[in-house]
Every structure is written in C-alpha cells, then in structure tokens.
C-alpha cells in the first residue's frame, strides 16, 4: 500500500520549466516502479514518464523524450518530473502512480496506486 500526493503544478508560458514532485508514504516506496502519466481535456490519459524502483531505468514519450527528466530520491520517498521546453500541448492534469514491477511501464493498466493529479497549463 502507499499514498501518492502531486505538487508543483501551474501556470508557465510556451518555453518556460516547472518540476513536479510526487511524495509517497509508506515504507516499501522503494520497491515500487513509479510513473507520470497526463490527461488533457478531451484526452485520454497518455503514458508520459516511468522510473525503475532503483531508478536504473528510465522510460519516455515520444513526445516529451529530451524535454523531460523523471527522477527519485528513495531516501525521501519522492519521484519528480523535471519539465523544460514546455509547450501548449503538454496542458495536462498530472498524475503520478506506483506499480510492483518493471513490467509494461507505459501501461497505465498495470499501476495500482494514483495520486489525485496536479494542473499545469502552459500558456500560448
């Protein structure tokens, strides 16, 4: 079982950089693969990050492959998108989720756990 919380969410312009940061408790957060994934209006939900539990692996988006960085600090039960080059069509609900293996992770499918979505809005 673990808890997920979004953060650092909001309102960048076309270019511009946010970082978002989920926190998780919970004990066994390290043996977790965590990953982001975003949902648009009129969207359906899309695969946009994943991290292996040790953060060995990585995983990407076409879309947002050299723009993005996901990360965790283990030691703070946190994972973070780190997002730069920003643009309108990354307007999303963000949300950030946990699975047991690092088996299909772009398989939104395949998570158990989800926290309840930070907004980012990048502006034209």
């Known amino acids: 079982q673990v808890q997920l919380v979004e953060s650092g969410g909001g309102l960048v312009q076309t270019g511009g950089s946010l970082r978002l940061s989920c926190a998780a408790s919970?004990?066994?957060?390290?043996?977790?693969?965590m990953g982001w994934f975003r949902q648009a209006p009129g969207q359906e939900r899309e695969f946009v990050a994943a991290i292996s539990s040790s953060g060995g692996l990585r995983t990407y988006a076409v879309s947002v492959k050299g723009r993005f960085t996901i990360s965790r600090d283990n030691a703070k039960n946190t994972v973070y998108l780190q997002m730069n080059s920003l643009k309108p069509e990354d307007t999303a609900v963000y949300y950030c989720a946990a699975k047991g293996s690092w088996s299909l992770p772009a398989s939104s499918q395949q998570y158990a756990y989800w926290g309840q979505g930070t907004q980012v809005t990048v502006s034209s």
């Open positions: 919970g004990r066994t957060f390290s043996n977790y693969a």
